[in-house]
């Protein structure tokens, strides 16, 4: 039987059930979730807290982590795939995937999401709600894609970025770490590590460190 853990109940863990529940390849879906007061969401049971996966591990083979802070996130899915789990990559079946592009473990595509030709996602990313990413990308593990995002071909962004909701990334631009790309920004030049960017053009408005998102 595949029965699929996902740690993570709020907005995001409802979204990612449902795109788990419409691929039909599971035979039993549960929650964890460190909030105590959630019996349930979105008519799936929460059966335990975080901490408490081990317990589940004879019974639930797979587990996705659905935390919105991409480290976080990131860090989960080490500690799961570590102690045995298999972290599978979840589809929405209203998405558009090339055949030559790669996805890592424990990444999810959301509806409407388009991903060309030759582009690799890293571990862990969030390619979310009619985001699209043109040929030839490069995304490292951790990276969030919020709805709405254009990147243009050949763009690398590096670990742990989040590109917020209806920004657009220009082709041949390379992206650091640890960035945020500001709601709406248009990014026409490459952008550091650890800096947040906002604007039309975007320019880096301050220095930040690890950032935590939902």
Excluded at 197 to 212: C, D, N, W
Aim: aromatic share 6%.
């Amino acid at each position: 039987m595949k029965n699929l853990l996902i740690l993570g109940a709020g907005g995001h863990g409802k979204v990612v059930s449902e795109i788990a529940l419409l691929s039909k390849g599971w035979d039993s879906i549960a929650f964890l979730d460190n909030r105590k007061n959630i019996k349930n969401a979105s008519g799936i049971p929460v059966i335990g807290e975080f901490d408490d996966y081990s317990l589940f591990i004879n019974k639930y083979k797979y587990a996705f982590v659905a935390i919105g802070d991409n480290k976080l996130r990131s860090l989960w899915i080490e500690i799961l795939s570590r102690e045995g789990f298999i972290i599978p990559v979840l589809v929405h079946p209203y998405s558009s995937i090339s055949k030559t592009s790669i996805l890592g473990e424990g990444t999810v595509v959301m509806a409407g999401a388009v991903i060309n030709a030759d582009t690799h996602i890293g571990k862990g990313c969030i390619i979310n709600t009619s985001s699209t990413i043109d040929h030839d990308c490069r995304l490292s593990h951790g990276v969030h894609v919020s709805p709405g995002v254009n990147i243009g071909g050949t763009v690398t962004i590096g670990e742990y970025t989040w590109v917020c909701i209806g920004s657009s990334v220009i082709n041949n631009i390379s992206i650091g770490s640890n960035v945020v790309l500001a709601a709406g920004a248009i990014v026409n030049k490459n952008v550091p590590d650890n800096v947040l960017a906002a604007g039309v053009p975007a320019t880096i408005k301050k220095q930040v460190g690890v950032f935590e998102n939902d």
